[in-house]
């Protein structure tokens, strides 16, 4: 394959599925009318785009990211790799920077592989919260007088503090009238978010802090909605919904659910940025800096740097993607060419066992 | 008597399948997949599908009721035992499998036909599995292909908070139910979807009652698509086949079911013209009162209108000559007489089986104009179902219903028992209570007449001083 890559030169490199008969043959199949020609095996993968946070986020917007809203993305990869694991049963998983303004996730176990759309959408629809769509005010709709302990783990130990110590102040969500409105908007009782809409207005531009002011609201907010006067249905879980119309990931649903969705492989060079989509370490995503990542020309650069040496087979070695590779083989795929091997082993065993057992007199 | 072994044949080639047994399954409760190789005399044909709609029609009448399924539980157990139960447990199941395969013949016929029996005979293999002992239900579950094992007390245990937090998320009470199912998630993938299983390490959590959900669901595709089957059959070759010996009683089974359809007004009851409005206010349902009302202020009613509220009319005694008067008498107003002669009275003869076809049309029954889906402009259907809560009130106060009546009803609609509120409206607006419940506006226009006139006689033979 590296002779063919060298060869063809391509411009990016997408993955999709394993088919059951050779795709540069289907054509020839395709008179016998049965589907002979489909996906056999694929990774679960998931796709998640910061563009798709636009409407709650004011530092960027579309495909640009900052240091103030990756932590999004931070966010998403530790809800979704938590529950991979511990709800799922998964454990060969793989994050990628998708190269500008999002993050992959390529879920490789033999049993996420042989998975069928049905159960890919089952699992994308278990992940999904946010219902977005232009006719509603309100997309995160929280029901029931407890949350399922999945939704509930992910507030508690992510979402709750990252909503109140990271993003009120960095996103500002409370400092002007326009940005309050939004959230106002989402509480389903007039009289409540008029009555703490009334009370800010008059409040504007006071000598506190800008800190304060977002801090203080929410905490105003808050006590408000969870005092005892109003106990009314809809708003028993409004301040959780609100935390995750603003935090929780948006997937991609269309990805996750058909297994022929072509998706970027990882280390390829992102066409737009020129940088590398290196892999992301799940226990380390607070670290991970968008804005850090090596480029191509870089990369050209560091190469030209150390100089020629005859053995140009670790000249990644010298490189700034020295880290990311090594991450890449320890941690993702040395556990996963063992998995594999000893599925072929066992399998084999199970056959052997069976002829034996079948030729016994 | 006629010749058993051709009957015989027939039957299992109506029903959609040649031997086999027919599901006996494990402690007698039988899958219907197959029709069964059995003798069936035709008197049993008969009596044995009239025994089991017995059954059908009384879980409709306590699924109509809006019956906890504690409650049909209990119901379901009763009517199975007065009607299907025999001494000889092999004579019960032979009952069982003859009926349901004799009703599919029945109710295969049309679309609607097929939609009442499959509801209703998912709802009885629903709470007949939920009878059945834990070891019978485990056989069905591997029948199913749902060979799931129960969860080990220590297990259980170990889960117990997490599972009651999920049972309290979706709205059930925080008790967990005693027995779950630890399943690989790759098989439930609607309760993933939903949130609806406790999920870890790949395993999904599931209830008992999610198990019996899946069971149904499976039960319920099969009987529909054996439906479909068995109509394509019955109308290929047994009806012509059989038009002198079961065809006629196949027929007559599923008109037993309507029971009273008030297509022929009963005791000759007339209604006038000037009487209409005070009727209205009377005796008439809430839906046909906002039509009237809505007739009279438009002049005009769209073709829902007209043919819920013109049915209704007939089936309360209104002759075909008054109804033109009324309609021409409201629609002129809009559309002048002309045009009401030219485009709107031939329906009105229609409907009255006086044009085309000449089919007496039979008012619709609540079920009906339940599911009926108003649009724009439209006013027809149930007040109680698609009137939104303040519009309701309103025309509920105008009836005279307000206070606590008023919100017994209004909870009614708040968990989608239409009828119930339609039936406690009635209670509260002649204040006597109606034991069995409105399932036809007609009823309700003729038990409220004669309560009326046994008033009235109790006033008019009050001796006067």
Not at chain 1, 80 to 94: T, Y
Not at chain 1, 137 to 154: D, I, W, Y
Not at chain 1, 306 to 313: K, Q
Not at chain 2, 105 to 124: A, D, I, Q
């Amino acid at each position: 394959m590296e002779s063919s890559i060298k060869e063809k030169c391509p411009f990016k490199i997408d993955i999709g599925p394993v088919y059951s008969v050779d795709p540069a043959k289907r054509h020839a199949y395709a008179q016998s009318g049965n589907n002979v020609f489909v996906p056999v095996e694929r990774e679960l993968i998931f796709d998640i785009d910061i563009s798709d946070y636009d409407d709650v986020r004011y530092c960027c917007s579309g495909a640009d990211v900052c240091k103030d809203c990756w932590p999004l993305m931070t966010i998403a990869i530790k809800i979704l790799d938590a529950s991979l694991r511990d709800d799922f049963g998964f454990n060969h998983i793989l994050w990628a920077y998708s190269g500008r303004r999002g993050v992959h996730c390529w879920v490789c176990d033999s049993r996420a592989r042989k998975l069928n759309n049905e159960q890919r959408a089952a699992i994308a629809d278990y992940f999904r919260v946010y219902k977005g769509g232009e006719n509603t005010m309100k997309k995160v709709s929280l029901t029931g007088p407890v949350l399922h302990p999945f939704l509930a783990r992910s507030y508690t130990d992510v979402l709750k503090c990252f909503f109140e110590d990271k993003l009120l102040l960095s996103q500002q969500l409370f400092a002007s009238e326009e940005r309050y409105r939004k959230i106002l908007d989402l509480i389903p009782d007039e009289n409540i978010a008029s009555e703490l809409h009334d009370r800010w207005q008059g409040n504007r531009r006071s000598s506190i802090s800008k800190e304060d002011v977002n801090a203080t609201r929410w905490e105003q907010l808050k006590t408000t909605l969870q005092s005892g006067k109003h106990k009314a249905q809809g708003l028993r879980r409004c301040v959780e919904e609100i935390v995750f119309s603003y935090t929780y990931p948006r997937l991609d649903m269309e990805v996750s659910k058909h297994m022929n969705h072509l998706l970027k492989a990882p280390f390829c060079i992102h066409p737009k940025t020129g940088r590398v989509c290196v892999p992301i370490d799940p226990n380390n995503c607070d670290d991970f800096d968008p804005t850090t990542v090596p480029t191509l020309s870089q990369l050209l650069g560091e190469l030209n740097a150390a100089g020629l040496h005859s053995n140009s087979e670790n000249d990644w070695e010298r490189t700034s993607l020295e880290k990311p590779i090594r991450f890449f083989r320890t941690a993702f795929l040395q556990p996963m060419l063992k998995a594999c091997k000893e599925e072929l082993e066992s399998a084999y065993n199970a056959k052997l066992q069976q002829s034996k057992n079948s030729l016994a007199w | 008597m006629e010749i058993v072994r051709s009957h015989r044949q027939i039957a299992a080639a109506a029903a959609g399948g040649g031997g086999g047994d027919g599901g006996g399954g494990a402690g007698g409760l039988p899958t219907y997949r197959v029709a069964p190789q059995l003798e069936v005399r035709l008197e049993e044909f008969e009596l044995f599908a009239i025994d089991r709609l017995g059954v059908l029609k009384g879980i409709a009448d306590g699924l109509s009721r809006g019956k906890r399924p504690e409650e049909m539980e209990k119901l379901v157990n009763e009517l199975w035992k007065a009607r299907m139960r025999h001494q000889d447990p092999a004579e019960t199941l032979n009952k069982d499998i003859i009926s349901h395969f004799v009703l599919r013949l029945v109710y295969c016929r049309t679309e609607e036909l097929r939609k009442w029996f499959l509801s209703m005979e998912t709802t009885l293999f629903r709470y007949r599995f939920r009878l059945e002992s834990p070891e019978s239900q485990r056989m069905l579950m591997s029948e199913f292909q749902l060979p799931y094992k129960a969860l080990p007390h220590l297990e259980f245990e170990a889960v117990k908070d997490k599972l009651s937090q999920v049972a309290r998320s979706i709205g059930q009470s925080a008790t967990v139910e005693s027995v779950f199912f630890k399943v690989p998630f790759e098989e439930v993938p609607d309760l993933v979807a939903s949130r609806r299983v406790f999920l870890s390490k790949g395993y999904a959590y599931v209830a008992m009652s999610q198990v019996v959900s899946l069971v149904v669901t499976q039960f319920r595709c099969n009987i529909s698509k054996a439906l479909v089957l068995t109509n394509r059959k019955w109308m290929a070759t047994i009806k012509e086949q059989e038009k002198d010996r079961l065809t006629p009683i196949v027929e007559a089974l599923s008109n037993a079911y309507f029971g009273p359809d008030y297509s022929q007004p009963k005791d000759a009851v007339e209604i006038s013209l000037k009487d209409i409005d005070q009727l209205a206010r009377t005796s008439f349902p809430l839906c046909m009162r906002h039509m009237l009302e809505k007739l009279r202020e438009n002049h005009h009613l769209k073709h829902g209108g007209r043919m819920q509220f013109g049915l209704f009319l007939k089936g309360a005694g209104l002759k075909l000559e008054y109804a033109l008067s009324f309609w021409r008498a409201e629609f002129s107003q809009k559309v002048g007489s002309e045009r009401f002669d030219k485009e709107y009275a031939y329906s009105i003869r229609h409907n009255y089986g006086k044009e085309g076809k000449r089919t007496d049309y039979t008012p619709y029954s609540c079920q009906k104009i339940i599911s009926a889906t108003p649009g724009v402009g439209d006013h027809h259907g149930c007040p109680y179902r698609h009137f939104g809560e303040e519009n309701l009130r309103a025309a509920l106060n105008k009836m005279g219903v307000s206070g606590h009546p008023l919100e017994e009803i209004m909870d009614k609609v708040k968990n989608r028992h239409y009828q119930l509120a339609c039936t406690l409206t009635f209670e509260a607006a002649h204040g006597v209570s109606c034991d069995t419940g409105i399932n036809h506006p007609n009823q309700y226009f003729s038990e409220s007449q004669n309560i009326l006139k046994t008033k009235n006689q109790a006033v008019q033979s009050q001796p006067t001083t």
